[in-house]
């Protein structure tokens, strides 16, 4: 049983490679400034509670845009969607450098282009997954999805140490230009793709077709997942984890106040989940042979739940009961724990939607997907800074750990059927 990540669909695909490609370096671009971003916020307000609403003010435009991105996908060329949303992130990434020139000291300014950002976001997220079942066999898509997951933890483990060493290095507005640079490449990966219209339906009305894309084309993708419990359960169990166990808005204020560092520090919290989730996906090639896909999902999400007690854990102890570059140490191989099961859960989640989604409305699902990956974080900064507000950080990360275990394992127990999901013979 092969045991390393299969890199098949980067050598049949030379158009997935340049995408995989750009979407991996912008990616770290991404992170960099997102750790960028609450780091100037927290400079600005020495606030966990102000870094939080980061969160909810990326959270509404990148649920109406996941939304309607979705629909937008299933309806225009998805190469041009995602050409057009990547130049709208490119021109973001190329503010967020000016305002830090110009020495802003407004949060204001920084919560609105988070909201501009993430409405971006929602449209070339869905259309970028949407490409890809399109380039390769549907044989090779668990293995397309472990190079995502891969890439994805890739820029979450260099990005986040990047920006600590640039801000220290080079401030704002360094960390905020190298994420403007590295974003080309995400948009020349999409200029080099051929036209990519989506399939038709052959059961769909053709006056339908012909409409406009609005609230009854994003109604259609809703009510396909209403109906669909395995591809539903997927959402359900990750939000689980990303908003009841989100411990990213923490790192600021533990960096400081419990492991006595600064930004370094707040680049090895963040980094650690994705270096758990790198080696795990290092290792992912019988991922690929697993039958039980739902009962994979609800492990992980658990397990997850577990790391992130352990790294509560770790905070309080940084408090008094260990030195703090032990407890650090100890946080972050609970994090690197934590970022390992969300990547097994990524790949299985990500591989049941596109199996049970018709071309056709898999922008929207994906759009959906979005709001769930990408929004539910979002929503999870702002559940973590308001118990942090109301407790302690640790306090927070412990909590929210045990929520997300009790409430993983009581949606396995209704939804019996995802525990049986058999990969061999998909049921959506």
Not at 259 to 287: E, H
Not at 332 to 355: C, E, K, M
């Amino acid at each position: 049983m092969p045991l390393l990540l299969d890199l098949t669909p980067l050598r049949v695909s030379p158009s997935y490679r340049r995408l995989w490609s750009g979407f991996t370096l912008s990616g770290v671009g991404a992170q960099l400034a997102t750790v960028a971003i609450g780091l100037q916020v927290y400079d600005i307000t020495r606030s966990t509670f102000a870094v939080g609403i980061v969160g909810l003010c990326a959270l509404v435009p990148l649920v109406v845009m996941g939304l309607y991105g979705g629909a937008i996908v299933d309806h225009y060329d998805r190469r041009k969607v995602a050409l057009a949303a990547g130049l709208l992130l490119w021109v973001v990434s190329i503010l967020n450098t000016v305002q830090a020139a110009l020495g802003n000291t407004h949060v204001g300014v920084l919560y609105a282009l988070v909201g501009l950002y993430n409405a971006g976001f929602g449209v070339v997220s869905p259309a970028r997954s949407a490409i890809y079942p399109r380039l390769l066999d549907r044989s090779l898509l668990p293995a397309a999805n472990a190079l995502s997951v891969t890439a994805m933890n890739i820029s979450m483990t260099v990005g986040p140490l990047l920006a600590g060493l640039l801000v220290d290095w080079g401030g704002y507005v360094t960390a905020y230009a190298v994420d403007a640079a590295l974003f080309t490449f995400a948009v020349w990966g999409i200029l080099r793709l051929e036209p990519i219209p989506p399939e038709a339906d052959p059961e769909a009305d053709p006056a339908a077709v012909r409409r406009r894309p609005g609230f009854a084309s994003v109604l259609d993708g809703l009510r396909f997942l209403g109906t669909r419990p395995n591809v539903r359960m997927t959402f359900l169990a990750d939000f689980c984890a990303m908003i009841l166990a989100q411990p990213r808005a923490l790192f600021p204020a533990v960096a400081v106040l419990s492991f006595g560092g600064g930004a370094k520090t707040v680049g090895v919290l963040s980094a650690a989940v994705a270096v758990g989730a790198v080696v795990a996906m290092l290792v992912s090639g019988p991922l690929g042979r697993v039958r039980r896909q739902g009962l994979a999902v609800i492990v992980s999400v658990a397990l997850w739940g577990v790391s992130i007690v352990g790294f509560g854990l770790a905070v309080a102890a940084a408090n008094g009961a260990l030195p703090r570059g032990w407890a650090l140490w100890l946080g972050a191989l609970a994090l690197a724990g934590a970022g390992a099961a969300d990547s097994v859960s990524a790949v299985f989640r990500t591989t049941i939607l596109q199996a049970a989604t018709p071309d056709h409305l898999r922008g929207r699902l994906q759009g959906v997907f979005v709001v769930v990956v990408a929004g539910g974080p979002r929503l999870g900064d702002v559940v973590a800074g308001s118990l942090a507000t109301v407790s302690t950080e640790a306090w927070a990360a412990i909590v929210g750990g045990v929520l997300c275990v009790v409430a993983v394992l009581a949606l396995a127990a209704w939804q019996r059927g995802f525990v049986r999901y058999d990969a061999h013979h998909p049921t959506p």
